[in-house]
């Protein structure tokens, strides 16, 4: 069986990368284990375009190519949250395109199940210990461990965090998210109450009365289906809920957070213990880019104005509620160390 040259292999790995981006219209690179770089418009040693291609969004996936039994290099996916829901079928979609461009020079060609950058990182680290060793130095296997594990936890966590936000409105289960973050059930568990210091069910139910208290403000749905439209099979136990979480019945939450707009910050792996709730708002809102205004209160900040949501008067203004109830103190004394969700409401008093 005669192989393919360099160019002719690169030739092929163009045409890949082509036919798998018309498929998907994803993006798509390959470097091969020379650091030969290919994309859609052809192939070059210069590294720099790699770098260009990993800095615009750090969420990527690696999927090693290897032919007849080889490594050869890398096609790497850039991923966004859709699109990580998909690895399967996009490994499975690399693997025939690459079948059908390679077939006549390999009898076998394999795109393995695809790696995250802290689990190369990982990897790299675990290469690096094997080498210390052969070469006579003395490091601390469980540093470099601890930091990898450290690095593999908040990842699956981040993934947990995305996917509850974003199906809040259904209905969720421990095990629906573990299975998402890749994790067994019972240590996804183990893992919220250790970083957060929360009770996993009870982070859900916290995110669920935090969208009914935005619907409740912002909508004039009724009561009954706002509990449906989050998951609640039975409006009487979201009334059950919502009271232990807010102090009050929905009826009377709408009545006396009368509003215009609502703000919504969910729980971040970020969120460091002794950080207060203005400093988490200062920079939710600067990474949304949406302007805000502090006023002095008592020598303390507070926050009077969100994007184009001014307190104008004192019939309206910024009230904020951390989950779910509206604390006596303000923003900058009280911490989130055990907390799920902070609200901003603009309401009328």
Not at 204 to 210: E, G, R
Not at 292 to 303: F, W
């Amino acid at each position: 069986m005669s192989f393919p040259t360099t160019n002719t292999q690169f030739a092929y790995i163009k045409k890949i990368v082509m036919q798998f981006q018309e498929l998907t219209n994803i993006n798509l690179i390959y470097i091969s284990t020379s650091f030969q770089l290919i994309d859609k418009n052809g192939f070059a040693s210069n590294q720099q375009k790699l770098k260009e291609f990993m800095n615009e969004q750090s969420a990527l996936a690696f999927f090693p190519l290897i032919a007849n039994k080889s490594f050869r290099g890398f096609f790497i996916l850039r991923l966004d949250k859709t699109s990580r829901n998909l690895l399967n079928l996009y490994r499975s979609s690399l693997e025939t395109i690459s079948k059908d461009n390679f077939n006549a020079y390999y009898q076998e060609i394999k795109i393995l199940t695809p790696v995250r950058i802290n689990q190369l990182n990982q990897l790299i680290n675990m290469i690096h210990l094997i080498l210390s060793y052969y070469q006579g130095n003395d490091l601390t296997y469980n540093d470099i461990s601890k930091e990898s594990n450290q690095g593999d936890e908040k990842d699956s966590i981040n993934n947990a965090l995305s996917y509850i936000e974003n199906n809040i409105d259904q209905k969720i289960s421990l095990f629906d998210i573990s299975k998402k973050a890749y994790l067994s059930p019972a240590y996804l568990s183990r893992l919220f109450k250790e970083y957060f210091k929360i009770n996993f069910s009870s982070y859900i139910s916290t995110c669920k009365i935090a969208l009914a208290q935005e619907l409740l403000i912002t909508t004039k749905k009724p009561i009954d289906s706002i509990s449906k439209q989050i998951g609640f099979s039975r409006a009487s136990y979201f009334n059950k809920v919502f009271k232990e979480k807010a102090g009050m019945t929905p009826f009377q939450f709408r009545k006396n957070y009368k509003g215009k707009k609502v703000y919504t910050i969910h729980r971040q792996i970020g969120w460091e213990n002794n950080m207060s709730v203005y400093a988490i708002t200062q920079r939710y809102f600067k990474e949304k880019n949406i302007p805000i205004e502090i006023q002095d209160i008592n020598g303390y900040p507070y926050i009077s104005s969100i994007g184009s949501y001014p307190s104008v008067n004192n019939n309206t203004g910024w009230v904020f509620t951390v989950d779910g109830l509206e604390p006596k103190a303000l923003p900058s004394m009280v911490y989130v160390r055990d907390k799920s969700v902070i609200q901003w409401i603009y309401i009328d008093y």
